[in-house]
Structures are given as C-alpha cells and as structure tokens.
C-alpha cells in the first residue's frame, strides 16, 4: 500500500512478493529507505493521479475494472440420487495476479468435482483450485496463462479506511445474466454474523448494494477501483442488506492457501460469547467480564481439560444464547473484558503452546493449563448446503440466504 495516500496497494498480489517479509532485517532497512525516497519523489503526481482515478464516473471504472471479474461455475454429483445427480452453481471472482491467480468464496469451489472459470471475453478455462478455507469463506484458483498478452488484474485497497457512507460498487453474475455492476454505500462495519463461530469469526462489511445470487466472489469496489471487499452473503427476507469480506483479510489468506491449500490456526476448542453489560443485567451472572462458553467441539483441548458449555438456551432480543456453562475470565493472566481484551487473549493462542486459563464455575474460580494443538476442520465449518450464500443454480431454484432465521 502506497504509504502516503493510504488508499492504494499493488495490483497484483503474488506470492514472491508476500515472501519478502522474510529477508534480513538490514536488506528490509535498504529497501524501504529505496521505496521512501521513490515516494517522496513521485508524491505530486501520484496525489495527482489518485485524486482523478477516485472521482472517476462508474461507467469509467467498470470499463478499466470489469475485464478482471470473471464468471466462475462448479460441478458438484451427488451419487446418491437417481435424477439430478449433477448440480452446476454459479459464482464471481475476480484475477488477483496476473499468473493465473483468481479470488473467489470457498462456498462457491469447495467440495465440488470441476470448477471452470469464465473471462470477460467470453473465454471459458479451466480451474484448478489451490486452497480453500471454509471459515473465512476465501478460496484460490488456478487458471492458464494466455498465450498472447496478460490477463487483467484487480488491486486491493486498505478497508481499514472505509467509512460508513462510502459510495461501493459491486460486479458479479447475478443470477446467471452475465456480468453486471450494482452501486450503493458502506452501511455498517464490523459486522459480526450470527451464524459464525464467535472466536473465529471476522467482522463483516455491511453494505446495501445490490448483492443477487450469483455475485458470491465478486468484488467490492471503491471509486477508487480498488477492492476492499469480497461479496459473500445475504441477509434473508430483507431489502438489500449484504455482506463482504474485508481485503485486509482477503490479503493475509492469499500466500497460504495458493501454497498450502489450506490455513493453520490454533485449537482451543469453545464458542460462546463475551458477557456484556446487557447479559449482566438480565441474568445477572455472578461475573463483571468474561467468555461465556456455550459449546465445546469434542475431542478439543477444552473438551479434554473438563471445559463445560451451557446446558439452558434462552433468547434476548435477537440473540440466542446458551446458558449455565464455565466463564473464561483470563487467558494467560489477560482478563477478558472487551472485544479488545479478547482479541488480544487469542493472540496468545498458537500452536504448540501451552496456555493458562482461568475459569468461573458455579460460584468458584481456579486454573487449567491446555496444550494448544492445530485445528482440524470440524463438521460445522463447511456449510450443509449453499442455502447460506447468494450463488446461483442453473436449473432456475434461487437459494435464499439463512443468516437471522
């Protein structure tokens, strides 16, 4: 990112740059002294050349950006029926370097028997999918050079620096149509959606542009054209309300999942929620802070520590919570209050340490030490059906989202 608008990163994201990180402390020194000196020297005519692309029309930016969204479509049998065994989905995504890497959701590739990818000239290749994370709903694709020229990229942008009220445009495949860009703003930020994991869960851009079925993948762009954002949900029974995946996130998934084909992160092994004033007031717990743990994943190092999830489901308001189960009030002597504090107690979560925690129980406090291994994929990460995303089957069915039922 262009350290001195804020706005701008590379347009191409490859893997031998993400690499870089790695050099020598000294090298990294030299380097950045060389790209300071660059960009003192070029600042004029950059602001310049920023300040024209971001007042740029939508039409202008759909015809510079819209050649790099791509049309992609997955097969998936199903053995075990005797009719419509075959079932094709459709999706967006769009070419994040110009070797054939393309970014898409994981609901739209995972778990299917042939993904195809489709240019915006009309060009159909084939895919082959690199790595996938369920989770973060993030996946990576693999697609031909041509022979002749360079495919279009897309860059990102900083969505640190988004603000409700932005003006967003959205390009994808709505409904099998064939591409089609949608406007609209940045409604709400940080968005955590229910039906996520609340300890591995990512907040969510909201937006209120036009996100049909079909535009799963596609990108969410700035008037600057940078992408800040991946559309991936829908909110059922309602007008307009989507969500996308930041691009400070889709960033950090790029390198291990082209290379790995999948993420690493550390199990622990609960989900619940963090006690917060409105919890407190209802039910009140005994406790000022804390994690509440609802569930326990079996076999998890929670599960073999004696860690217990809730017992008694209840409802308040929109939330569904489950209730009677252990209160986390420290990981590693960093005492759970706030989202902040929370966050900052799963960074000291990582695989191969040992972690201390400090748990409420019926009235008592004491302490357990947990051995943090790597987190298999567990049953709930890879969605039942595509029922919870906006793609798009080819025989007419539209899939309506779930989020909030």
Same mark, same amino acid.
């Given at each position: 990112?262009?350290?001195?608008?804020?706005?701008?990163?590379?347009?191409?994201?490859?893997?031998?740059?993400?690499?870089?990180?790695?050099?020598?402390?000294?090298?990294?020194?030299?380097?950045?002294?060389?790209?300071?000196?660059?960009?003192?020297?070029?600042?004029?005519?950059?602001?310049?050349?920023?300040?024209?692309?971001?007042?740029?029309?939508?039409?202008?930016?759909?015809?510079?950006?819209?050649?790099?969204?791509?049309?992609?479509?997955?097969?998936?049998?199903?053995?075990?029926?005797?009719?419509?065994?075959?079932?094709?989905?459709?999706?967006?995504?769009?070419?994040?370097?110009?070797?054939?890497?393309?970014?898409?959701?994981?609901?739209?590739?995972?778990?299917?028997?042939?993904?195809?990818?489709? %240019?915006?000239?009309?060009?159909? =290749?084939?895919?082959?999918? /690199? !790595?996938? $994370?369920?989770?973060?709903?993030? @996946?990576? #694709?693999?697609?031909?050079?041509?022979?002749?020229?360079?495919?279009?990229?897309?860059?990102?942008?900083?969505?640190?620096?988004?603000?409700?009220?932005?003006?967003?445009?959205?390009?994808?495949?709505?409904?099998?149509?064939?591409?089609?860009?949608?406007?609209?703003?940045?409604?709400?930020?940080?968005?955590?959606?229910?039906?996520?994991?609340?300890?591995?869960?990512?907040?969510?851009?909201?937006?209120?542009?036009?996100?049909?079925?079909?535009?799963?993948?596609?990108?969410?762009?700035?008037?600057?054209?940078?992408?800040?954002?991946?559309?991936?949900?829908?909110?059922?029974?309602?007008?307009?309300?989507?969500?996308?995946?930041?691009?400070?996130?889709?960033?950090?998934?790029?390198?291990? %999942?082209?290379?790995?084909?999948? =993420?690493?992160?550390?199990? /622990? !092994?609960? $989900?619940?929620?963090?006690?917060? @004033?409105? #919890?407190?007031?209802?039910?009140?717990?005994?406790?000022?802070?804390?994690?509440?743990?609802?569930?326990?994943?079996?076999?998890?190092?929670?599960?073999?520590?004696?860690?217990?999830?809730?017992?008694?489901?209840?409802?308040?308001?929109?939330?569904?919570?489950?209730?009677?189960?252990?209160?986390?009030?420290?990981?590693?002597?960093?005492?759970?209050?706030?989202?902040?504090?929370?966050?900052?107690?799963?960074?000291?979560?990582?695989?191969?340490?040992?972690?201390?925690?400090?748990?409420?129980?019926?009235?008592?406090?004491?302490?357990?030490?947990?051995?943090?291994?790597?987190?298999?994929?567990?049953?709930?990460?890879?969605?039942?059906?595509?029922?919870?995303?906006?793609?798009?089957?080819?025989?007419?069915?539209?899939?309506?989202?779930?989020?909030?039922?």
């Amino acid at each position: 990112m262009d350290s001195n608008n804020g706005r701008e990163k590379p347009a191409s994201v490859s893997i031998a740059l993400m690499k870089q990180r790695a050099i020598l402390i000294t090298q990294r020194q030299k380097l950045w002294m060389q790209a300071l000196l660059i960009a003192l020297a070029l600042l004029p005519a950059a602001s310049a050349h920023a300040a024209t692309e971001c007042n740029q029309s939508i039409a202008d930016l759909y015809n510079k950006k819209s050649p790099a969204v791509v049309r992609i479509t997955s097969l998936s049998i199903n053995p075990y029926r005797q009719e419509d065994r075959i079932e094709q989905m459709t999706g967006s995504g769009f070419i994040i370097d110009a070797k054939g890497l393309v970014m898409t959701n994981s609901h739209v590739v995972f778990g299917t028997q042939a993904v195809s990818v489709t %240019l915006n000239d009309g060009t159909t =290749l084939p895919a082959k999918l /690199l !790595g996938a $994370d369920p989770i973060f709903d993030l @996946a990576i #694709l693999k697609i031909p050079q041509p022979q002749h020229g360079t495919l279009p990229v897309l860059g990102f942008g900083d969505s640190d620096k988004i603000r409700p009220g932005d003006v967003v445009v959205a390009i994808g495949n709505p409904m099998g149509l064939g591409q089609t860009i949608t406007s609209g703003i940045v409604s709400a930020l940080n968005r955590l959606l229910p039906e996520r994991p609340r300890l591995l869960s990512w907040p969510m851009i909201q937006t209120d542009t036009p996100i049909n079925l079909g535009n799963s993948g596609g990108p969410l762009l700035n008037l600057c054209g940078d992408v800040i954002g991946i559309a991936s949900e829908i909110l059922g029974n309602a007008q307009n309300i989507g969500f996308a995946i930041p691009s400070n996130l889709a960033i950090t998934v790029v390198a291990p %999942l082209a290379e790995k084909g999948h =993420l690493t992160r550390p199990w /622990l !092994g609960v $989900d619940g929620s963090l006690i917060d @004033a409105e #919890l407190r007031n209802i039910f009140a717990l005994p406790l000022t802070d804390g994690f509440l743990v609802e569930a326990v994943e079996p076999g998890s190092p929670a599960s073999v520590a004696g860690i217990t999830g809730g017992s008694l489901p209840v409802k308040v308001g929109l939330r569904s919570l489950i209730l009677g189960g252990d209160i986390i009030v420290a990981i590693n002597d960093n005492a759970l209050k706030d989202d902040v504090s929370l966050q900052r107690g799963l960074d000291l979560i990582s695989i191969g340490a040992r972690v201390k925690l400090k748990i409420f129980r019926q009235g008592k406090s004491f302490t357990t030490e947990l051995e943090i291994p790597e987190r298999p994929l567990q049953p709930g990460d890879v969605p039942e059906s595509s029922q919870s995303f906006s793609v798009y089957q080819d025989k007419g069915t539209r899939i309506p989202s779930q989020i909030g039922h």
